[in-house]
Every structure is written in C-alpha cells, then in structure tokens.
C-alpha cells in the first residue's frame, strides 16, 4: 500500500536522498544496480533460510528483487518490504504484481520509527538496506519489536572500504587527487556497519543475540564494456565532479575512463568487492 513517508528527524538527509533524485535513479536502472550485486544473491537467500509458510520483513527493499525472490519462497506466508525511495516503491509494486506476487506488499517507510505490528515477523532480512540509519540501536530495536521471539535478522553489508576494490577505484578516480571526506564509521553511510566489533555492540543494545558474520566477497559488474560503465557510474558519482573546472572535470573523467577500461572482461566491467552476512537473534 501506498503512504506518506514519515522519517525520523535525524534521518531527513537520507530521506531527502532516496526519495529524491538518488532514489529516482536506482529506480530507473533498477536491473543494473541488481546486476551489480548479482554475485551475493544466492548466498544472501540461503542465509535467510525462508521457509514456506515465514512472515518476512525485508528492510530498505529499494526496487523489490529481494522482496520478490522471498516471496516466491514463502509462498504461504508474506512478504512486507520498506523503503524511503516512492520511487523504487513503484517499481517493486510494478514487478510484483507482473509475477502475480499476491504475498508481496510494500510500504514506504523509515525503518528506525515505523510502527510495525508487534512480534509480526519471523524473519527481517535486508541486502545492504541497514547502513544508513542514523540511530541504528533505534532502529535495530524497532525492527526487534517486529519479530517474534526466536524470530531471525540477516542482512548483508559491506566489509571495510580498503576490501572493497570498487568504491575505492571509482571514487579515487574522480577525487582527482583531492582529499575525499571519509564518513566515520558511525555515521550512516556504506560502511557504517564494516566493522564487527561496532556490528556486535549495536546489535546488543538494541536487544540481538547470536550475532555472527559470514566473511563473503564477490565481483561488482558496473556495465558491459567501458563506455556503458562510464554513464552508469557517472550517473552515480557526477556529483565529484562539482565544483572542477573543465580542464579538471576532463581529467577525472579520464582517470575514471582508465580503470574502468583496465577492469573489463568477457564478462563486463568488474572490481573485487567483500561484504558481511549477518545473523542475529531475537530472544
């Protein structure tokens, strides 16, 4: 269904972002950002483990693959995925419903405040949608409430940014040489949760056990040849580019030409990258 996103305060930044013109894009290359992250999908959707008749959670769904993949899988059960994004909601609904996915629903919402049904879930999952939380124990413990007792969290995130070959490449090369504000690692961001000990202590306050991480690493696909990468991740990165004059703005967009062209294969245009599998548990 259909709502009026309500986010926390402290989370207006990331609302801006995702129901904004970030969320847009996503939504508009949704099969690319899919394919993106292709090489964890099998491993994610056996971590969770979903069963046939599991009520699942599926946290920052963006365009719903995830989502769908579950609910295929809980044929009868259900499936609710949230997201900020109306615009990736869109797209999820769109898919869904094309699959006859009647056990899909989707609502967009922030996950830190949203008020969902008391012990309604037994498992929340979510692909790399739990970085951004600026109170992640809030938003842990939120998402706690919702799951029954010995109900189950997985969520996928990425290892720290020195094992993550793509963000480093991409972004170095548009930085241009120019020192790059590095986001703190607890503050909400794509590494926000790359560190186990900061993983487990997060957890905990916001009432987990069982915590455990699964080591995973796979390639990134960003296009299928140089020049198709170079739009896609344009799109994604142009903002580096503010504030260059067009001598320097060429000179990036060279830089970034040369690793991308230096990282295509039969397969596409690919960089190393590693993330987590987490588990925890609802006592």
């Known amino acids: 269904m259909a709502g009026v996103l309500r986010a926390d305060p402290s989370n207006a930044d990331q609302a801006a972002a995702w129901d904004g013109q970030e969320g847009s894009y996503w939504a508009e290359h949704a099969d690319r950002f899919d394919r993106a992250v292709r090489a964890y999908r099998e491993g994610f959707l056996a971590a969770a483990d979903v069963s046939a008749a599991d009520r699942v959670l599926d946290i920052g769904c ?8 579950l609910a295929r899988q809980a044929s009868r059960g259900r499936v609710l995925g949230v997201d900020l994004s109306a615009a990736m909601l869109r ?8 699959e006859a996915l009647s056990n899909a629903e989707f609502v967009q919402a922030d996950a830190q ?11 929340a999952v979510s692909r790399a949608g739990t970085m951004f939380f600026a109170d992640p124990v809030a938003a842990f413990r939120n998402i706690g409430g919702a799951l029954r007792p010995g109900g189950r969290l997985v969520q996928s995130v990425w290892q720290p940014l020195a094992d993550n070959e793509w963000f480093l490449a991409l972004t170095g090369a ?4 120019r020192p790059m504000p590095t986001p703190a690692v607890d503050a909400p961001g794509p590494f926000s949760l790359s560190d186990p000990a900061r993983v487990r202590t997060v957890l905990g306050a916001a009432g987990f056990t069982d915590v455990r991480l699964d080591p995973r690493s796979g390639s990134m696909w960003f296009g299928e040849d140089a020049a198709d990468a170079e739009r896609f991740t344009l799109g994604m990165l142009g903002w580096m580019l503010d504030g260059l004059d067009e001598q320097d703005r060429r000179r990036a967009v060279d830089d970034l030409r040369a690793t991308l062209a230096a990282h295509e294969s039969d397969s596409g245009v690919l960089y190393a990258s590693a993330a987590w599998i987490i588990r925890a548990a609802r006592p």
């Open 174 to 177: 548009l930085a241009l040489g």
């Open 91 to 98: 797209v999820a609904r769109r898919r869904a419903a094309a």
């Open 113 to 123: 405040i949203h008020a969902f049904p008391a012990a309604a879930f037994d498992v």
């Open 62 to 69: 963006g365009t719903g693959e995830t989502t769908r993949d």
